[in-house]
């Protein structure tokens, strides 16, 4: 299993990014993917999940700002982020769940490496 995090990058408040994954060693469309974010001295956050069937969940700190999707030909999730704030500056992982579903990081098998995305002015 290999996930690859690519996209993020230096941001003003208020702008966008999107993150993608690109996971391969696996059948892809069989498992629900996640984000999740690590800021400077802190723990690991849940940020937002998509089934295999294609719904999704958020934290309500990203809830109508960030939304996850997923091209099941490319096996590529993505995380497109808007109206980004200070408070979202962190390293952001992708990871694969376990299963169909994904509640939280405790369901997760595999992690990308991260990438750094920062907001600030």
Partial sequence: VQLVESGG???????????????SGFT???YAM?????APGK??????AIYTDG?????????????MSRDNAKNTVYL???SLKPEDTAVYYCARCSGYVCYDRYMVD????????????
């Fill in 34 to 38: 996640g984000w999740a974010r690590q």
């Fill in 80 to 82: 497109q982020m808007n």
């Fill in 110 to 121: 595999y992690w990308g490496q991260g990438t750094q995305v920062t907001v600030s002015s």
């Fill in 55 to 67: 719904r999704t969940s958020y934290a309500d700190s990203v809830k109508g700002r960030f939304t």
């Fill in 43 to 48: 723990g690991r956050a849940w940020v937002s």
């Fill in 9 to 23: 990058g230096l941001v003003q408040p208020g702008g966008s990014l999107r993150l993608s994954c690109a996971a």
């Fill in 28 to 30: 892809f469309s069989r």
